[in-house]
């Protein structure tokens, strides 16, 4: 259900909503934690923010010593350019301030800056903060915007879900650090997932148990799925979305502990794997293993994963080699035109089977969409990423 929200969101352009304070203050103390140095000397560009409201502003100016940044840019985009608007009134953070302007307030961006102690209280801190309405409306891709990108070290930000490829390849045009939070299923794109093999994209920490909360901006509410919208907090839950970055952590590097082949089709904890073992697809050269954890520590062939595999995925001890999507190539066949039946037992005609690994069946599946091809049966998984385990030396 999550994911349709997070779709119907995309599509209304809803792209308010604010990560907590908390979820970034976790993900930061994981790359600390790696490595404490992380953020020292850097400018952090914080762009697609809302500085008045936006959590990643304060949490970087409050922690402007700690981290030992040098300089903290946030950049804010006009209310009149966003294609959903909600209620809007001037803070009184902007109204009191002299250079408050109503010509500008709803047409023109803003733009805030810490990089020295202005109240002569000894410290850099969230009091500091610098601002003035930027010359056009906040764009990321305004040249005006680009310009800070390039002067910048770090990009950190929870981009508009709607444009999230094209703000990624915003930032790899620059080929600038990052720590951004972004759809799971992006990592199925075209323009994605190679960034993943050649090592420039990975996830990050990760959200607790892999729910992401959001706020939800007043007055942006839409229709939610029973247990996805928190009245009471006005909190958004959603299950597929991720840090993406190309900052290291600990956990990267931190190998999966796995069972053997045989001991996990004798005492795996899914079902799945103890009845009928490892399949091998019909239509790519690799098995199926559903389950992270059920990946076998001794199988030196291909391996379709599912996607999640990337909150676990430690190069030194797997390498990713594909994905199972038509547009990368790596199928075996191609299945010509396919009838579907679904749950229901409608049956129409389809080429589906082509986007995706494939697995040969005896029986019809009860309850679920399985396909039939000259005379065969067949269902189809979900998308997967095809792995191969590194041999130790």
């Keep these: 259900m999550a994911n349709t ?156 879900f709607s444009l999230f490829r094209e703000f990624l390849a915003w930032i790899m045009e620059a080929d600038k650090k990052f720590l951004v939070i972004g759809n799971m299923n992006t990592i199925n794109t075209k323009d994605v997932f190679p960034l993943v093999v050649s090592g420039k994209l990975w996830t990050g920490n990760g959200f607790t148990n892999g729910n992401a909360y959001f706020q939800v901006a007043d007055g942006t509410k839409t229709s939610y799925a029973d247990g996805v919208y928190d009245s009471t907090t006005n909190l ?19 190998p999966l502990q796995l069972m053997s082949m045989s001991d996990n089709i004798r005492y795996s904890r899914h079902r799945e794997i103890r009845d009928v073992g490892y399949r091998h697809y019909d239509n790519y050269d690799a098995i199926e293993v559903p389950y992270s954890d059920a990946i076998p520590s001794d199988y030196d062939g291909v391996m379709g994963v599912p996607v999640t595999f990337l909150d676990k995925f430690c190069p030194e001890q797997f390498e990713i080699v594909g994905i199972t999507k038509t547009w990368f190539g790596a199928a075996t066949k191609v299945y010509p035109e396919q009838v579907q039946i679904d749950a229901n037992g409608v049956r129409k005609s389809v080429t589906k089977l082509n986007d995706g690994a494939v697995l040969k069946i005896d029986e019809p599946p009860k309850g679920s969409t399985w396909y039939e091809v000259g005379g065969e049966r067949f269902i189809q998984t979900y998308p997967r990423i095809l792995i191969r385990r590194r041999k130790t030396p």
Excluded: M
């Design 5 to 160: 929200d997070l779709n119907a969101a995309k599509k209304a352009k809803n792209d308010e909503f604010y990560t907590q304070y908390s979820d970034i203050q976790k993900e930061v103390n994981a790359y600390l934690e790696f490595d404490p140095d992380t953020f020292r000397d850097k400018t952090v560009l914080l762009p697609c923010d809302d500085p008045e409201w936006s959590k990643f502003t304060r949490f970087f100016a409050e922690n402007f010593e700690r981290l030992g940044l040098r300089k903290l840019v946030s950049t804010s985009y006009a209310v009149e350019s966003k294609k959903f608007r909600a209620p809007y009134l001037p803070t009184l953070f902007e109204t009191d301030a002299p250079q408050f302007d109503e010509a500008k307030t709803r047409v023109k961006g803003k733009i805030f800056v810490l990089d020295h102690d202005t109240n002569g209280s000894g410290r850099i801190d969230l009091d500091d903060l610098q601002w003035k309405y930027l010359d056009g409306d906040g764009d990321f891709r305004s040249d005006e915007v680009k310009r800070l990108r390039d002067e910048t070290d770090i990009i950190v930000t929870n981009p508009p």
């Design 236 to 254: 958004v839950k959603f299950r597929n979305c991720c840090w993406y970055t190309n900052l290291e952590h600990g956990r990267r590097h931190q």
